[in-house]
T-cell receptor
Framework: GAGVSQSPRYKVTKRGQDVALRCDPI?????LYWYRQALGQGPEFLTY????????KSGLPNDRFSAERPEGSISTLTIQRTEQRDSAMYRC????????????FGPGTRLTVT | AQSVSQHNHHVILSEAASLELGCNYS??????LFWYVQYPGQHLQLLLK??????LVKGIKGFEAEFIKSKFSFNLRKPSVQWSDTAEYFC?????????????FGTGTQLKVEL
């Protein structure tokens, strides 16, 4: 079946602009996760949802970052007033009910802030 | 807080050589442990996982990992690597108590297998 999809795959934006990154999880997966991966580092947890409820947003670095999943399926990660330090690979993952820790990752969105 | 250390950042091996990638974690309680792999141009994929029971777990493509609680380690092994194992390997931990569903990853090990 189809895996996790993310769009856009690449995004170049100018400092100060807002960006919205989209994640479409595997059909039927109830949990959705956002991670950020800087160059040379491992993925770093940002936030996750069970259905439409945001369960943990402790990894969001500051209030410029927000995420939503209004209908319990597609999620959007929004970064307002982007800064160069926001440049990274943003990865989305999803998992089934009862198997929350078996997370399936999407291809990621490479964000470059110039 | 939980953390993961992968001491080997780059490993180069010849085909048929044996592989062992180190992973140590820092967490005071019960953990779930994972190895993920990212082949060139592909997504992160789950290679194997440990939740409980037999500390020696087997994953896909002939990989295995051993959980040694006393050493806080979860090293990845393969007896004989192939060129197609060239990839980046990430160890990850989830703390059962207080960790929620989040995974904490190490910085990764880039493995290159030469013919």
């Amino acid at each position: 079946g189809a895996g996790v999809s993310q769009s856009p795959r690449y995004k170049v934006t100018k400092r100060g602009q807002d960006v919205a990154l989209r994640c479409d999880p595997i059909s039927g997966h109830v949990s959705l996760y956002w991670y950020r991966q800087a160059l040379g580092q491992g993925p770093e947890f940002l936030t996750y949802f069970n259905y439409e409820a945001q369960q943990d947003k402790s990894g969001l670095p500051n209030d410029r970052f927000s995420a939503e999943r209004p209908e319990g399926s597609i999620s959007t990660l929004t970064i307002q007033r982007t800064e160069q330090r926001d440049s990274a690979m943003y990865r989305c993952a999803s998992s089934r009910a009862g198997l929350a820790l078996e997370q399936y990752f999407g291809p990621g969105t490479r964000l470059t802030v110039t | 807080a939980q953390s993961v250390s992968q001491h080997n950042h780059h490993v180069i091996l010849s085909e048929a050589a044996s592989l062992e990638l180190g992973c140590n974690y820092s967490y005071g309680g019960t953990v779930n442990l994972f190895w993920y792999v990212q082949y060139p141009g592909q997504h992160l994929q789950l290679l194997l996982k440990y939740f409980s029971g037999d500390p020696l777990v087997k994953g896909i493509k002939g990989f295995e990992a051993e959980f040694i609680k006393s050493k806080f380690s979860f090293n990845l092994r393969k007896p004989s690597v192939q060129w197609s194992d060239t990839a980046e390997y990430f160890c990850a931990v989830n703390g059962v108590t207080g960790g929620g569903n989040k995974l904490t990853f190490g910085t990764g090990t880039q493995l290159k297998v030469e013919l």
